[in-house]
């Protein structure tokens, strides 16, 4: 598949697995590995299906 400008240059969906503080949190695949950092709310957004 070809990537141009117009692409979603996002990942995911992932899975809040921790919320360590109100707006931060540890996020996982659904294949359940843990993603190496802790995300800020500010970066992360829902996801609808």
Known sequence: MVSGKLDSNWEGPF???NVLDPN???LARH???LLPRTWS???IRRFYS
């Open 41 to 43: 709310g500010n970066d």
């Open 15 to 17: 899975i809040i697995r």
């Open 24 to 26: 931060t949190y540890k």
């Open 31 to 33: 294949d359940g590995n």
